[in-house]
Each structure stands twice: as structure tokens, then as C-alpha cells.
């Protein structure tokens, strides 16, 4: 299985619309490609800006191919992404899951 972590960076006057966005649109997408067995955002606060990370499981490059197309280290940013976004990450990362005690 292959984690693969996705880092944003938002105003934090933007974030509450932002982690909608993330639920009602990245979530469902992830969730939607075979291979994909979760998805979840994580959130953190600062004064000026919030960061979100997106850490999804996957059965194997396949699966992720069949999500972010054949350069599976590249980031895949949605058109909404350019109203939230301070910048945009050129690259993910991935790691081998070697342990776990969940349903992924």
C-alpha cells in the first residue's frame, strides 16, 4: 500500500471555504478512482495562513496513475484550487506503508 501526501497553503481567512471545498470535491474524486482505499485532509491553524494536507491510501502506482496520470509524484490541482491557493506545490509525496492497525 502507498500513502501519498499532498501539502497546501491557504489564507486563513480563506480556510473554512477551503476545507468545504476539499470535503464536497477532492474527497468524493479520490474516493471515486479504483485502487483508492482512503482519503482524509488534516488542518492546521496559524495566524496568518492555514495548512492542509491531504493523505490518501493506495493499492499500488497503478491505482494512483489511474487518479494523477503518469507522473504519479506530480501534484494534481483542481481550476478551484487557483481561488484558495497561495502557491502550488509542484510535487507529492509518497510513502510505503509498512504498519497499520486500520481498514486501509
Same mark, same amino acid.
Given at each position: 500500500m502507498i500513502c501519498r501526501i499532498w501539502h497546501g497553503v491557504v489564507?486563513?481567512?480563506? !480556510?473554512? #471555504?477551503?476545507a468545504r471545498f476539499l470535503e464536497r470535491r477532492a474527497? @468524493?474524486?479520490y474516493r471515486s478512482v479504483s485502487g483508492?482505499?482512503?482519503?482524509?485532509?488534516?488542518?492546521?491553524?496559524?495566524?496568518?495562513?492555514?495548512?492542509?494536507?491531504t493523505v490518501t491510501h493506495w493499492d499500488s502506482e497503478?491505482?494512483?496513475? !489511474?487518479? #494523477?496520470?503518469?507522473d504519479?509524484?506530480?501534484a494534481r490541482?483542481? @481550476?478551484e484550487?487557483?481561488?484558495y491557493?497561495?502557491?502550488f506545490e509542484p510535487l507529492v509525496q509518497h510513502f510505503v506503508v509498512t504498519a497499520s492497525d486500520g481498514p486501509a
Open positions: 489564507p486563513r481567512s480563506s !480556510a473554512d #471555504a477551503y474527497i @468524493p474524486d483508492n482505499r482512503s482519503a482524509a485532509v488534516l488542518r492546521r491553524d496559524e495566524t496568518a495562513v492555514t495548512h492542509f494536507m497503478d491505482s494512483i496513475r !489511474a487518479f #494523477a496520470g503518469d504519479v509524484l506530480k490541482y483542481y @481550476p484550487d487557483r481561488d491557493l497561495l502557491e
